[in-house]
């Protein structure tokens, strides 16, 4: 019950016996200092000029000892408070590393199309001190670290030499490498090689070899006239539109009723080729509508519209202000006159244009509504 919580709880229990501890404390204490006492004032009475003087003492004694204290007191109020001291500030290191510097010819590879002198030029700058970095005597770490850099190099004018070289220069370069050096500076260069350390026929020997010899002919390369950049081949996404258009326009030859007897030009036209970006994807994407069985667009027109001239000429016709080629099945013949005889200027072919047109308009059925 609750009134028996409070009789026999764990505070009261302490609390009552702190106050017994107390109370016997007290009583001990009176009971031995009163007989002391006691006897101290007997005695005082029996003699009391000694004890007299012994109190005076005691009291001069105290006095000393407060005034000492409160002077001690008072100085130590009277004292300038010290500076708190001011915690070191923790310095945090920079997690983000400072950014390169982009204008350094190395990164025209990675920004510029037209960067082969640029990257050239950074590869002669990087070489040069490598190649008279291997004519040094180096330990570790320093020793990995420049056979670690001339791998590196030598990577990267891999990379360099795939896209920017033809193939005589690549040739020079990745295999007759040996003869870019005169045979007097061969001897001089394997020289200081052993003198560094580096045996001829190890590997480290080859290593600086080849990275002197393919500065020289970097060098030599700055004479010479720069390849045309050879065509890339089409990225993923390029195939991928190329692709898309095949089969749109598959889908729409499939419609025999409507887009047969002269009329796959006008299918193979709503599929939007003329969104082509080279006249290369406009190929092959004739080239795939063949393997798949349907008729070459520009059968009909060949004559008149050159194969080098298929996405001009589809560019054209999209723009053109009279003629429609996806709407009317006859105006890419209309158009195609018109290309060969006003556009490009040639010999006029009419005749042929209009055997083709007549040929058509008898085999042709209108398309249903």
Not at 90 to 95: I, L, N, Q
Request: glycine share 4%; charged share 25%.
């Amino acid at each position: 019950m609750p009134f028996l919580k409070e009789i026999f709880g764990f505070k009261n229990l302490a609390g009552d016996v702190r106050t017994t501890v107390v109370s016997m404390l007290t009583v001990g204490a009176i009971a031995v200092i009163g007989p002391i006492v006691a006897a101290i004032w007997k005695s005082a009475k029996a003699q009391p000029v000694p004890w007299t003087v012994l109190i005076l003492i005691g009291v001069a004694g105290i006095a000393l000892l407060s005034a000492a204290t409160i002077k001690l007191v008072k100085a130590e109020k009277s004292r300038q408070p010290a500076a708190p001291v001011q915690p070191a500030p923790v310095v945090y290191a920079d997690p983000i590393p400072a950014q390169p510097d982009f204008s350094d010819p190395v990164w025209d590879q990675f920004f510029l199309e037209s960067s082969l002198s640029s990257w050239r030029e950074s590869l002669i700058k990087r070489g040069q001190p490598l190649m008279e970095w291997w004519t040094m005597r180096l330990d570790y770490p320093d020793k990995q670290r420049r056979e670690s850099e001339s791998i590196n190099w030598l990577s990267e004018l891999n990379r360099f030499s795939n896209q920017h070289l033809t193939d005589e220069q690549k040739q020079r370069l990745m295999q007759d490498y040996h003869s870019a050096m005169k045979m007097d500076k061969r001897y001089e260069f394997n020289m200081a090689l052993k003198n560094a350390g580096t045996q001829p026929g190890t590997e480290d020997h080859d290593l600086a070899f080849g990275i002197a010899c393919k500065v020289k002919l970097l060098e030599r390369f700055r004479s010479e006239p720069t390849p045309p950049r050879q065509q890339a081949k089409l990225s993923q996404e390029r195939e991928r539109a190329v692709n898309e258009c095949f089969e749109r326009a598959a889908q729409l030859l499939k419609k025999p009723t409507v887009y047969q007897h002269g009329r796959e030009f006008q299918g193979f036209f709503k599929a939007e080729p003329y969104k082509m970006e080279s006249n290369e994807e406009v190929i092959k994407l004739c080239n795939l509508l063949m393997k798949a069985g349907h008729k070459h667009p520009f059968e009909r027109i060949k004559s008149h519209v050159l194969e080098s001239e298929m996405l001009d000429f589809l560019r054209w016709g999209n723009v053109h202000h009279e003629l429609n080629f996806g709407k009317n099945p006859f105006h890419y013949l209309k158009g195609a006159y018109e290309w060969n005889h006003k556009v490009k200027g040639r010999p006029d072919k009419q005749l042929g244009l209009q055997e083709a047109i007549l040929a058509e308009l008898e085999n042709t059925t209108p398309p249903p509504s």
